[in-house]
């Protein structure tokens, strides 16, 4: 029985290393700048038309 749980917990931890190291999705950096964001008026004018 102890060997089934130190067996097991083996299985719990290299599980959790790879799953930690494993990203969801991949982040892709740009070096786009806003040069003028966006105001208010611009969107909130067409809420009720």
Known sequence: ???TN????AILVVN???TA???KFELIKN???LT???Q????MDKIGT
């Open 40 to 43: 208010p008026h611009q969107y």
């Open 36 to 38: 003028r964001t966006a």
């Open 6 to 9: 130190i067996i097991l917990i």
């Open 21 to 23: 190291q494993t990203p």
């Open 16 to 18: 959790l290393i790879i």
């Open 31 to 33: 070096d786009l700048t």
């Open 1 to 3: 029985m102890k060997q």
